[in-house]
């Protein structure tokens, strides 16, 4: 018994350090797939956040962008990107919260150090399309992947493409574009 | 053996039965709660038929062009599934036949007759339209 113990703790070992190490800038996995590193980026635990804003889009994690971008945001709920979203006050406090408390500068995960990295003089960023490292992740992909593929239609659509978006795990082997396939670069 | 077995059967029929009419009932509550408030803020009994004419009605978007309706995004069908014109994230059929959540919560009725008159009408709802709409939903 002590022994089986003593084997499985040594044998634990070489497979966490496997576990940890990481190939290039975009994974989140490791090198085992059945090893799984903290994602990429915070999922999104708050109910509340997910029902209110996630009934109309995708639930952005907050770790997207800076605390300011939030607040900005939070501010002009009744023209939101062309749409009303306005919540109830008692609701919209408790998002603000959340957001606020997990925005990108707050986060240790690693994509939300990229985008903090990445603002220069964007203070407040609106859209996490326009962020540097956003761009920089998503420059080599034409046009027709995107906007003249109806099936995605814009970058904002996260998770039509990152099959693990709303885990918050954003790597490379888990990209598929509809009506293209796994995407490789 | 058997006589203990149809009793089993007949708890679970009875059960079933009972929660189907309580939920029922739930549904049907919660929106007779909301239409009864409309009348108490001056709406006139509803009309389905005024709300099934303005479901399809179109207007202005962003650049003053006709495109707007209901059916923009919840499509002409209301017990088919939508899509938002927008993110195109899938919107579930409206229809409380189809879909037995709909109209089960009064802040939610609320809330979406806010969001979406504003988007569609450019302003918030009467009670009158809201009365008609919710009438118009229920029966489908």
Avoid at chain 1, 44 to 51: D, F, G, R, S
Avoid at chain 1, 154 to 176: M, T, V, Y
Avoid at chain 2, 74 to 97: C, D, F, Q, Y
Avoid at chain 2, 127 to 139: G, N, V
């Amino acid at each position: 018994m002590k022994r089986a113990y003593w084997f499985s703790m040594i044998a634990a070992v070489p497979l966490l350090t496997l576990g940890s190490l990481s190939f290039g800038d975009d994974d989140d996995d490791g090198v085992l797939k059945f090893w799984k590193k903290q994602p990429g980026i915070a999922p999104v635990i708050n109910p509340l956040y997910k029902e209110e804003c996630g009934s109309c889009h995708f639930a952005y994690q907050p770790g997207w962008l800076p605390e300011q971008s939030w607040r900005d945001m939070m501010s002009n709920l009744d023209s939101h990107f062309g749409d009303n979203a306005e919540v109830n006050p008692a609701n919209h406090q408790a998002i603000l919260d959340y957001l606020v408390n997990n925005s990108a500068d707050k986060s240790d995960h690693r994509r939300s150090k990229k985008i903090m990295q990445s603002l220069g003089s964007l203070t407040a960023p609106q859209r996490i399309t326009e962020t540097g490292y956003f761009k920089h992740e998503h420059d080599e992909i034409p046009d027709s992947l995107v906007e003249k593929n109806d099936k995605v239609a814009s970058l904002s659509h996260c998770n039509a493409c990152h099959q693990d978006a709303e885990q918050g795990s954003f790597s490379e082997g888990n990209i598929k574009i509809p009506g293209h396939g796994k995407w490789d670069d | 053996m058997k006589r203990s077995s149809s009793l089993v059967m007949y708890t679970v029929l009875i059960l079933s039965a009972m929660s189907v009419s309580v939920r029922g009932l739930a549904y049907g509550s919660v929106a007779s709660d909301v239409l009864a408030g409309y009348q108490q803020s001056g709406a006139q009994p509803p009309d389905p038929e005024r709300a099934r004419v303005m479901w399809t009605e179109k207007y202005p978007d962003d650049n003053g062009k006709n495109t707007r309706s209901c059916a923009s995004c919840h499509t002409e069908n209301l017990r088919a599934a939508g899509k938002h014109v927008r993110t195109n994230k899938a919107i579930e059929p409206l229809a409380p036949s189809i879909n037995r959540e709909r109209l089960t919560d009064a802040n939610k009725i609320e809330k979406w007759f806010k969001r979406n008159c504003k988007w569609t009408f450019g302003r918030e709802c009467s009670a009158q339209e809201k009365s008609d709409f919710l009438s118009y939903i229920l029966t489908q």
